[in-house]
């Protein structure tokens, strides 16, 4: 069973920047595409950015020139590197681990942008 544990989430003020981290357990995170995916209240769960085990990257034209997906296999860890924070950013921020036998999510870490 793989674990995912977000990481970095806050509150921020618009224009801001932070950086969530996703720290996977066992043996898949390589082998893996990694996605955000963020909720907001009364809304749809939605994707903002992935990045496959070769490192090809899909990022949402709502994000495009603000985030950053990235990936460090050696440490099992991925990242979303967020800057020129806006209020619609404001949401939960969900890790997802997937490949095609498995797909994992973490538990969600809140992003607020707020002045």
């Known amino acids: 069973q793989v674990q995912l544990v977000e990481s970095g989430g806050g509150l921020v003020q618009p224009g801001g920047s932070l950086r969530l981290s996703c720290s996977a357990s066992?043996?898949?995170?390589?082998?893996?595409?990694m996605a955000w995916y963020r909720q907001a209240p009364g809304k749809e769960r939605e994707l903002v950015a992935d990045?496959?085990?070769?490192?090809?990257?899909y990022v949402d034209v709502s994000v495009k020139g603000r985030f950053t997906i990235s990936r460090e296999d050696a440490k099992n860890t991925g990242y979303l590197q967020m800057h020129s924070l806006r209020l619609d950013d404001t949401a939960v921020y969900y890790c997802?681990?997937?490949?095609?036998?498995?797909?994992?999510w973490g538990q969600g870490t809140q992003v607020t942008v707020s002045s």
């Open positions: 066992g043996s898949i995170f390589g082998i893996s595409a």
């Open positions: 997802n681990l997937h490949n095609s036998l498995h797909n994992y």
């Open positions: 990045i496959t085990s070769f490192g090809s990257i």
